[in-house]
């Protein structure tokens, strides 16, 4: 149980397109996701956290309208970089809180993250 | 206030070593203490998770030890496998925000 997955695990673009990253908890629910930026050898940094059906919480430095999140459903939450440039390509790795489905509420659930890398 | 101290960076131990990695804490508010082990081109797993009412948690290998008194826990792996090289991560939750607070990962080798 508590498998998170994303969607797509890698994916390549051009400077000044968007892209669209999916993370869905599988055989849970979570109300609460969240989404994490890591660059090559550093730590994961926070960058949101998205509530089903509320608009997601920022962390401090990182642009709303650059990083569009949407938590439609208790499954599926989207992470849209928009405009994207070079600078923006790192590992996008999403997680889901657990509390449902055997799942524990103290618990992060990681997906296997997504590979952005900008022309 | 909100940081996670961990060290060391790097670690290299042979086969059947016991690896230990650190972190301290200053927010007496965090009430959750995980860790998770990442291998590369990978998302972070748990490994095991620790809250501070308790001073030592073991499943398997691997070993949380929790100090509160000096803010420090550590994560021993008994018997050491080559398979465990990876990167782990500690981490503490802010309660009131159910966010993760993640130390900068020690790189872990373990030699045939």
């Known amino acids: 149980g508590a498998v998170v997955s994303q969607h797509p695990s890698r994916v390549i673009c051009k400077s000044g397109t968007s892209v669209k990253i999916e993370c869905r908890s599988l055989?849970?629910?979570?109300?609460?996701m969240f989404w994490y930026r890591q660059f090559p050898k550093q730590s994961l940094m926070l960058m949101a956290t998205s509530n089903e059906g509320s608009k997601a919480t920022y962390e401090q430095g990182v642009e709303k309208d650059k990083f569009l999140i949407n938590h439609a459903s208790l499954t599926l939450s989207t992470l849209t970089v928009t405009s994207a440039h070079p600078e923006d390509s790192s590992f996008y790795i999403c997680?889901?809180?657990?509390?449902?489905?055997?799942?524990?509420?103290?618990?992060?659930?990681f997906g296997p993250g997504t590979r952005l890398t900008v022309l | 206030q909100q940081q996670v101290k961990q060290s060391p960076q790097s670690l290299i131990v042979q086969k059947g070593g016991i690896p230990i990695i650190n972190c301290a804490y200053e927010n007496t508010a965090f009430d959750y203490f995980p860790w998770y082990q990442q291998f590369p081109g990978k998302g972070p797993a748990l490994l095991i998770a620790i809250r501070p009412d308790v001073s030592e948690k073991k499943e398997g290998r691997f070993t949380i030890s929790f100090n509160k008194s000096a803010k420090q826990f550590s994560l021993h792996i008994m018997d050491s496998q080559p398979g465990d090289s990876a990167t782990y991560f500690c981490?503490?939750?802010?309660?009131?925000?159910?966010?993760?607070?993640f130390g900068a990962g020690t790189r872990l080798a373990v030699h045939p």
């Open positions: 997680s889901a809180r657990g509390g449902q489905g055997g799942t524990s509420t103290d618990t992060q659930y």
């Open positions: 981490a503490a939750r802010s309660g009131g925000y159910n966010k993760l607070i």
């Open positions: 055989d849970f629910q979570a109300t609460t």
